[in-house]
């Protein structure tokens, strides 16, 4: 009776092994296999000549530092600028980071984050970390900052005109389709006033975003908007979803999950709402970004890789992608 008795239990015991050892086989898997939002292993997207363009037309004049005016500028142009406290980063690479569009009321700057993904030990799952970054004066940096000052001698609406795009250079391996572009209005001040005076603006309250490839999706995308958001899309034309951009710092003890919504870190960015954000292809009519006063306004433009983008996923990375920003005052 008590060798039977032993028997019974060396049996469950050797059953408790193997669906132990079976659950963790399954989860090392699904830690290996999966697709989702941000890259596998945070990595830096190479770009081997980051362009950036900035044209007006119409008469808009413009300058990258409220001195010098043109009707265009350039990558070159907006590495050149050198007023005293300027925070222009125009870095050679980018990597992903993500904002939910708040702005910092004392900079004037964007709230932007780096995030990496790990997984939790105990449970398995993924869980996302981020913390704030904020751009520096140069060429290092995950994302693009400049400022731009616009001259204008009547009330104007400014308008991305149809030409503006943000295209790849090379392979298109998706990661143009997880490009931002955010318009911040620093303010203005009046005709005649002192190039320091428009450069010290910096009251931005909000960001106008402009998605330009939000209707086109790679095939691992869609897997990845699926497995990360549970959000059933298709590579072209799909219905625009929301998402949730980062808007905190977050530490493994948080514990969060990477398809959390939770509003203590995230906020969700909306389809529409125009013109606060503009997430469509390249625009096929004149996209109103923002209206500016007589003289000279100071807006801020960012341009970033959205990490909690589904195309933001470990088979786009090392595409190379050129932000071309096209502007008018008319929309015709």
């Not at 039977?4 to 050797?14: F, I, P, Q």
């Not at 132990?20 to 699904?30: C, H, N, Q």
């Not at 939910?100 to 790990?118: H, I, P, Q, R």
């Amino acid at each position: 009776m008590e060798k039977t008795k032993k028997m019974r239990e060396e049996v469950v015991t050797k059953r408790t092994i193997v669906i132990a050892l079976f659950a963790l086989l399954v989860t090392a898997i699904s830690l290996t296999t999966a697709t989702y939002a941000w890259f596998t292993s945070n990595a830096t997207v190479s770009i081997d000549s980051l362009d950036v363009n900035v044209s007006a037309s119409n008469g808009i004049q413009l300058s990258t530092d409220a001195t010098t005016w043109k009707a265009s500028l350039t990558t070159v142009d907006l590495k050149g600028v050198a007023y005293t406290g300027h925070k222009n980063q125009i870095p050679s690479a980018l990597a992903p980071v993500s904002t939910g569009g708040t702005v910092d009321l004392t900079t004037g700057y964007l709230n932007m984050y780096s995030g990496a993904v790990t997984s939790n030990v105990t449970n398995g799952y993924y869980i996302l970390t981020s913390t704030k970054v904020t751009e520096v004066a140069g060429t290092t940096g995950s994302f693009i900052a400049f400022d731009l000052f616009i001259q204008s001698a009547d009330p104007e609406t400014l308008y991305l005109t149809p030409g503006a795009d943000v295209v790849f250079k090379a392979t298109d391996v998706g990661l143009k389709n997880s490009a931002r572009v955010a318009f911040l209005n620093e303010g203005s001040v009046i005709p005649g006033s002192t190039a320091a005076s428009a450069q010290a603006l910096k009251g931005a309250t909000a960001a106008t975003f402009w998605e330009p490839n939000a209707n086109i999706h790679t095939p691992a995308g869609v897997a990845a908007a699926l497995s990360t958001y549970s959000i059933a899309t298709t590579t072209t034309g799909p219905a625009l979803a929301s998402y949730y951009g980062v808007n905190a710092p977050i530490t493994t003890v948080n514990d969060v999950q990477l398809n959390s919504t939770a509003v203590a870190y995230f906020k969700q960015v909306l389809p529409s709402v125009a013109p606060s954000v503009q997430r469509s292809a390249v625009p096929t009519t004149f996209t109103q970004i923002m209206t500016i006063t007589p003289g000279v306004t100071k807006v801020r433009i960012y341009a970033w890789v959205e990490g909690q983008d589904v195309d933001c996923e470990n088979n786009a990375s090392g595409s190379d992608i050129s932000f071309n920003i096209k502007l008018s005052r008319t929309n015709t």
